[in-house]
Antibody, heavy 118, light 112 residues
Framework: EAQLVESGGDLVQPGGSLRLSCAASGFMFRNFWMTWVRQAPGKGLETVAIINTDGSQKYYVDSVKGRFTISRDNAKNSLFLQMTSLRAEDTAVYYC???????????WGQGTLVTASS | DAVMTQSPLSLTVTPGQSASISCRSGQSLVHRDGNTYLSWFQQRPGQSPRRLLYKVSTRDSGVPDRFSGSGSGTDFTLQISRVEAEDVGVYYCTHTTRWPWTFGQGTKVEIK
């Protein structure tokens, strides 16, 4: 069974940093574009960053450009999100997810909560 | 950016009746390869999103055939026939035709 498990969410002061990790199993991780999606409390979904299969292409939503970095390690079936200069508006549940349009399935983790607050 | 606008934002349905959710994009969602990468997700309370349909109308494995998708270009519809109690949740349309991959605001479905 396909599974994505996020970790690394925490309470951090504004201006601080965090690194999120996502461990994949049960599917061919290396064949999927991967994403980080966030959901602020009581709000909708926002794709924050995406990365292609070999990590050579990365795209970010404007609000996180220059602050967040997406990366992957296909040998370890892992996805990462390095977050710096965190702001209160970055507070959200962060989901690791596969390509929304893949005919092979759309896999999502259970989410990890990031809270940027003093 | 392709702004995705859903309507209505809230819907209350009697079990056994049908529900329809509209999703309109500010830009055509036809990719240069000819495909339209429009998907629908369901998020039940307290759960992660679950994909129902991709490429407008292809149903995911395990999704009841009560869920169907249609549309083209910029206008799309999710139809839920014979609504059941388990269909409660928020429904989102999204696309991956070009970056950024945007979501609609979500439509909250409640059961009478």
């Amino acid at each position: 069974e396909a599974q994505l498990v996020e970790s690394g969410g925490d309470l951090v002061q504004p201006g601080g940093s965090l690194r999120l990790s996502c461990a994949a199993s049960g599917f061919m991780f290396r064949n999927f574009w991967m994403t980080w999606v966030r959901q602020a409390p009581g709000k909708g979904l926002e794709t924050v960053a995406i990365i292609n299969t070999d990590g050579s292409q990365k795209y970010y939503v404007d609000s996180v450009k220059g602050r967040f970095t997406i990366s992957r390690d296909n040998a370890k079936n892992s996805l990462f999100l390095q977050m710096t200069s965190l702001r209160a508006e970055d507070t959200a549940v962060y989901y690791c997810a596969g390509d929304y349009s893949s005919p092979s399935g759309s896999y999502w983790g259970q989410g990890t909560l990031v809270t940027a607050s003093s | 950016d392709a702004v995705m606008t859903q309507s209505p934002l809230s819907l209350t349905v009697t079990p056994g009746q049908s529900a329809s959710i509209s999703c309109r994009s500010g830009q055509s969602l036809v990719h240069r390869d000819g495909n339209t990468y429009l998907s629908w997700f369901q998020q039940r309370p307290g759960q992660s999103p679950r994909r129902l349909l991709y490429k407008v109308s292809t149903r995911d494995s395990g999704v009841p055939d009560r869920f169907s998708g249609s549309g083209s270009g910029t206008d799309f519809t999710l139809q839920i026939s014979r609504v059941e109690a388990e269909d409660v949740g928020v429904y989102y349309c999204t696309h991956t035709t070009r970056w950024p991959w945007t979501f609609g605001q979500g439509t909250k479905v409640e059961i009478k």
